[in-house]
């Protein structure tokens, strides 16, 4: 180890970073013109857990063109039209049947086949150039699928010369009139997905989707139909009940607009989740496939690197994996409108989708999935987005995804909420819990913490850190339980982030702080980020079924195994000087049982090649794009990284036989 940091030079490097990511982004992205975040009244503030800033706001958005814009489909002279409303826009649209041959593969994709220019900010879409025998791969014309035509459409944009407004897509399904014209339908945008499958409830499972339009929904199982609730929306949610666990079941689901249109998706086959403590169980995890503004087309696509999720989400499906675990950066993020954020969120799950039609994928968030209030002439200061209830980032990425409820209830109902960011869930052998510490963020600056209030990148709140320990110990105690994952986005041991994470170059100084009164002044939190991390950690080392931790955030993969001679730090112990920041690393030998830390951020995320300088070193690293493959079967959890490279070989990276045998050899001592 070279020679420790103090705390004000491990803050200066933070601003540094922040400042360096504030610029870049500010240059490179468009400023919103909508005023849906003016400062709230006074009376409105009062109440908040953090200081208000008295500084300018800055209106920040990632993508140019909005939700309303994307999907302006027109009828024009027995055609359909995009109208994007921004005359100064041109570029071209691309359109091809979707989902492609259905009737061969439940695994959907595009094959796009005409195209069309786009002028003055609108485009005549040419269905009449797929809606011909010689390209009716589906079967339109003569009705050989169940579901409505429809074909998937992206617009390559420019503004202006030549000013990249990027990659944007969507869907539209249409009816093809006698007479050479066509109808447009309703349209299923998003989903249809399958969600809450687990074997918390092996015999049901939730259906959702949404629509372009306002509509009644079903789903159509078998021959049994499930309706929602009587009503026109576009957002759609059908609970499924009474099913046979470990049972495969086709469905379709179903939505009709008030003037009797009526758009029906194609069959799928879902398998419903096995009893507790039954069957084979493989899952794959991966994290960070926001785009990073380098490689162009589909690795800029509505936030999202969709180049290397695609290659993520098919290998995942060809490897037979039942359910993935993807915990954050998700998108670019970094928005002040929330319709921004959303927007990106949705094109995320674009990408997922193909997966996602019959199998469950679980979510977390991360820095970049951020909703925020920024201020300053150089937007260095970002405080979590409110009113929080509806436009926090919490909030909107509720209302987008799709995950258990059942984590912990905040201790201070000013705060967002912890709902659908931290929760937990069985399948057969494996119990997954999925914590959020990116939560309620204040960015990367920690001197704005204090100042302001907000939590730093990496810190969990005691009321979760409670529930973390909580489940843990129900999980120890659960005898269906084998194996115990931990899944989170900043890393518990950072070797890229060594100035971040849950270690910020061991400052225990770093911690959340909160207006706890009607003063304009913030106070900290009891305990600091390293017995925060000790004691989460504790509690995974001292259970005898935890597998692994998994994290992300670092654009790479590495695993370390943390035991009880790992020099780690403790805390007070290794702060000799008494300044809150560790001088030595000791061993903990509180960390009983040998666990293995796992960062896989390989989705996509622009690489970072250096590994920073920490106390304990990695069994394997690389920078290589990739996913984390569990198997849990024959008495043993092996794990495999698997390369998602560009040319999509699936070689495997690193591989242990079983995640367990650590614990094993430990006990034999």
């Known amino acids: ?22 610029l870049f982004t500010l240059v490179s992205c468009s400023s919103s013109d909508d005023d849906d975040d003016k400062k709230a009244d006074e009376s409105q503030l009062s109440g908040l857990p953090v200081i208000m800033p008295t500084l300018d706001e800055v209106p920040w958005t990632q993508t140019q063109i909005s939700f309303e814009q994307l999907h302006n489909i027109k009828a024009e002279e027995g055609n359909l039209a995009i109208d994007l409303g ?19 593969s439940d695994f959907d994709y595009v094959r796009y086949v005409k195209s069309a220019k786009i002028a003055e900010g609108k485009a005549v879409i040419p269905l009449s150039g797929v809606y011909v025998p010689k390209y009716d791969a589906n079967g339109w014309i003569e009705g050989l699928n169940p579901g409505t035509p429809t074909v998937a459409y992206r617009l390559e944009l420019f503004k202006g010369d030549s000013s990249d407004v990027g990659l944007y897509g969507s869907l539209l399904s249409f009816e093809g009139l006698e007479d050479g014209t066509f109808r447009k339908m309703p349209t299923i945008i998003d989903g249809p997905y399958i969600t809450l499958l687990s074997s918390n409830d092996p015999g049901s499972m939730t259906i959702v989707w949404e629509t372009d339009e306002a509509c009644s929904g079903k789903v159509i199982l078998g021959a049994s139909e499930y309706k929602e609730e009587a009503g026109q929306r576009a957002k759609h949610s059908v609970k499924l009940s009474g099913l046979t666990p470990a049972t495969a079941y086709e469905y379709a689901v179903e939505s009709t607009a008030s003037d009797g249109r009526t758009v029906r998706s194609e069959n799928y086959t879902v398998r419903t989740a096995p009893e507790k403590g039954q069957g084979s169980v493989v899952f794959a995890y991966s994290s960070d496939c926001r785009t990073g503004k380098v490689g162009g087309g589909e690795w800029e696509y509505m936030g999202v ?22 915990p954050g950066d998700l998108v670019y993020g970094y928005s002040t409108d929330t319709k921004d954020f959303a927007l990106q969120l949705k094109g995320w799950k674009q990408g997922m989708s193909p997966f ?21 002439d150089d937007g260095n200061l970002v405080l979590d987005k409110w009113p929080y209830a509806t436009d926090s980032s919490e909030a909107v990425f509720a209302s987008e995804l799709f995950n258990p409820t059942n984590g912990p209830e905040v201790s201070d109902s000013r705060r967002p909420s912890y709902k659908e960011n931290a929760y937990s869930f069985q399948y057969g052998t494996v119990a997954v819990i999925v914590f959020n510490n990116t939560y309620w963020t204040t960015g990367f600056d920690v001197s704005s913490v204090e100042t302001y209030g907000g939590c730093p990148l990496g810190y969990i709140m005691e009321d979760q850190l409670a529930w973390i320990e909580a489940e843990i110990k129900k999980a120890e105690a659960d005898s ?34 909160t207006r706890k009164s009607a003063a304009d002044k913030v106070e900290p939190e009891a305990y600091g980020i390293i017995e925060m991390r000790n004691r989460l950690w504790k509690a995974a080392a001292q259970s005898s079924k935890v597998a692994a931790v998994f994290s992300g955030d670092e654009h790479a993969y590495h695993r370390i195994l943390i035991g009880s001679d790992t020099p780690v730090g403790v805390y007070p112990a290794d702060d000799t000087d008494g300044d809150g920041v560790l001088d030595k690393y000791s061993p903990n030998p509180e960390f009983t049982h040998p666990v293995w830390h796992i960062t896989s951020g390989g989705g996509g995320s622009p690489y970072i090649a250096d590994f920073g300088e920490t106390p304990w070193e990695a069994q394997r690293m690389t920078s290589a794009p990739g996913y984390v493959l569990i198997r849990a079967e024959g008495g043993k959890v092996s794990m495999e990284y698997v390369s998602n490279s560009a040319l999509g070989t699936g070689e495997v990276l690193d591989e242990v036989e079983d995640l367990m045998a650590v614990k094993k050899m430990k006990s034999e001592k």
């Not at 921004?86 to 061969?104: C, K, R």
């Not at 996602?356 to 300053?376: D, L």
């Open 305 to 326: 690197n969709l180049h290397v999720l695609n290659q993520t989400v098919t290998g995942a499906y060809h490897e037979g994996a039942q359910f993935i675990v993807f």
């Open 86 to 104: 921004q005359p100064d826009i041109w570029g071209q649209i691309y359109i091809g049947p979707y989902p492609f041959e259905p009737q061969n």
């Open 356 to 376: 996602w039609r019959t199998r469950p994928v679980y979510t977390g968030m991360g820095n970049h999935e951020i909703c925020m209030n920024m201020y300053g």
């Open 480 to 513: 269906t339980v084998k194996y115990i994952f931990l899944a989170t986005h900043s890393p518990i041991f950072p070797k890229k982030y060594v100035h971040g994470g849950t270690w910020y170059g061991g400052d225990n100084n770093v911690r959340a702080y």
């Open 1 to 22: 180890m070279g020679k420790k940091k103090s705390k004000e030079e491990i803050r200066g490097l933070m601003i540094l970073a922040i400042s360096a990511l504030m």
